[in-house]
């Protein structure tokens, strides 16, 4: 079963084509990424399936029904961008407005108080609270009445390193309780760790999109060095097959192509009186995939 | 349906009555209000002027009080719009509206929230002005005889919603408080006085939004001269035409409920058609 379904959906602000017709299928169960770097449409595509931001064109379909948005809506926890609460309420009675909305039981308020450990503050003012402190009520909010999907966007800002760890390990939880994430973020680690499937945006269009695997499969990348690294790069260049990725004072990354295997690129290395120092297979990282689908 | 009015108003009584500017503007309203009439009446019922006064029982064919206490009301709508402007414009500061949507609320929902409050504090407003024109009545009924005036709160009441109404939407337009206090000021005190006077041709003017609505409570004086049997002197009637003053209650009440019913579309519009 899908839990959403983007279809060609593009948004255009005066200046700016924030999403051009992207379109997704976001599988029960998963944990999925939306990866780019800021500017990216990360968010506004979020806020247009949250229906806070009018699509220009196409369409969005949650929990494969055609029921009202704000219906659907309420089987959605969500943050996106900041988190925004009335300053002059307590913790507390600002997640009281968000259960009323979500008619859900004010019992449940001390479950998700506890989870973001804000159990302690939950009578102190939104405004009083750290950056941190207002990220994880934002989190709190988003978990009230147990949704069947959470939509996290950057939900690491402003978090410290266990903060970071705990949602990270919330995250995990939830999905392994059954839960959908759709999780944006422009921290690759973030999303590798976590993710089961990825989507890759860039300047509002969509790369790629699918299982984290598909994305981290296919062409190795090779660490390879030698004495005179510019001849080797010089080399490297007129090679057919070969990609280079990165190049660094200690080694050159590169992808090699079905034309050119790992055997024949030694060869012909030999034969251009090239002795590699390095020569090391890396298995592709998303940081890796991302570099090339962005380059 | 009820259960969804009583929804809505739940979530906003959890918003506003914590809610402390909030709170000191209506209750700047209450206290202001209270404290003038009673000053006023002070004034008024001196011995002297209640010793001059009740050599004759003067006879109204209008209730000249209950004029005079909605008509004075009208002055202290002001804080309440500035409340309410506060109150929306906070949601756009804040981005809760945004967030209201996003946990589950429809963008109708959130604006029929503000619209449901804005009729509660009306409500709330009327009922304190009735209770200062019946203290107003009691302590003129031994100087005058006048009618019941009940109808001038019914007016009161429509002229007191349509202003938050149009509050609602210079807010909801805005989105600044600062932006929307002073266009819906300016446009109180100036724009329309400008058009009504200067501008438009002799007459239209008592159609703009807010000529309408001020003109729903007449002033004082002016539905009893019209309720008198005898007919009006030339200097009376050139007045009258003048201030293009309308007499005819029922036009002015659909005036201003066709201006309402705009204003709500297009706030309405607003809401749903821009990105939040």
Not at chain 2, 201 to 220: N, Q, T
């Amino acid at each position: 079963m899908q839990v959403l379904e983007i279809n060609n959906l593009s948004k255009h602000y005066t200046n700016v084509q924030a999403v051009r017709s992207i379109s997704i299928s976001v599988p029960k169960g998963s944990i999925y990424g939306i990866l780019g770097p800021n500017g990216s449409g990360k968010t506004s595509t979020l806020g247009m399936v949250l229906g806070v931001i009018n699509p220009n064109s196409g369409s969005y379909r949650w929990f494969e029904s055609d029921t009202s948005v704000s219906q659907s809506r309420k089987r959605i926890g969500a943050l996106l961008e900041t988190p925004n609460f009335y300053p002059y309420l307590s913790g507390r009675k600002n997640l009281e407005i968000v259960a009323a909305i979500k008619e859900v039981p004010f019992e449940d308020i001390d479950r998700v108080l506890e989870i973001v450990d804000l159990s302690d503050r939950q009578s102190s003012k939104f405004k009083t609270y750290s950056l941190g402190m207002k990220q994880r009520l934002a989190i709190g909010a988003a978990l009230l009445g147990d949704p069947e999907v959470l939509v996290l966007d950057e939900p690491t800002n402003g978090l410290d390193p266990k903060g970071i760890a705990d949602v990270r390990t919330l995250i995990q939880r939830e999905a392994q309780r059954g839960k959908t994430v759709l999780l944006a973020s422009h921290i690759m680690d973030e999303v590798e760790k976590v993710c089961t499937h990825v989507a890759v945006m860039k300047k509002g269009k969509l790369l790629a999109a699918g299982t984290l695997a598909e994305l981290i499969q296919g062409e190795e990348t090779i660490e390879i060095a030698a004495e005179d690294m510019a001849r080797l790069e010089q080399f490297l260049g007129t090679l057919r097959g070969v990609k280079i990725l990165e190049v660094k004072p200690q080694f050159i990354r590169i992808a090699v192509g079905e034309e050119l295997d790992k055997t024949e690129l030694n060869r012909r290395l030999y034969e251009a009186g090239m002795m590699p120092t390095q020569f090391a297979t890396k298995k592709r990282s998303l940081e890796s995939a991302f570099l090339a689908l962005t380059d | 349906m009820t259960v969804l009015l009583k929804r809505l108003y739940d979530i906003e009584s959890r918003k506003l009555f914590p809610y402390r500017a909030f709170n000191i503007m209506l209750l700047l309203f209450g206290v202001l209000f209270v404290l003038g009439v009673l000053f006023f009446s002070s004034l008024l019922f001196t011995s002297f002027w209640e010793s001059q006064l009740s050599k004759n029982i003067f006879e109204f064919k209008t209730n000249v009080s209950w004029n005079i206490i909605t008509y004075f009301a009208g002055f202290f709508n002001v804080f309440l719009s500035y409340a309410i402007m506060m109150y929306v414009c906070n949601e756009y500061t804040y981005r809760t509206l945004r967030q209201n949507v996003i946990d589950g609320m429809n963008p109708q929902e959130t604006l029929a929230g503000k619209y449901i409050m804005s009729g509660l504090i009306a409500i709330a407003a009327t009922l304190l002005v009735a209770l200062m024109s019946v203290y107003f009545e009691f302590r003129v009924g031994k100087l005058v005889a006048q009618p019941l005036g009940i109808q001038y709160l019914g007016l009161y009441f429509l002229q007191l919603l349509s202003t938050l109404i149009i509050a609602i939407f210079f807010a909801t337009w805005m989105r600044k408080t600062g932006i929307a206090v002073l266009l819906f000021a300016a446009s109180w005190y100036l724009i329309d006085s400008l058009l009504y006077y200067w501008i438009l041709p002799g007459g239209a003017g008592a159609f703009l939004p807010f000529s309408s609505i001020k003109d729903l409570v007449h002033l004082p004086g002016l539905d009893e001269l019209m309720a008198r049997d005898t007919p009006l002197s030339d200097s009376e009637l050139m007045a009258m035409t003048r201030l293009h003053l309308n007499t005819n209650y029922l036009t002015t009440i659909a005036k201003v409920v066709v201006w309402d019913a705009l204003f709500i579309f297009l706030t309405l519009r607003m809401v749903k058609t821009r990105d939040m």
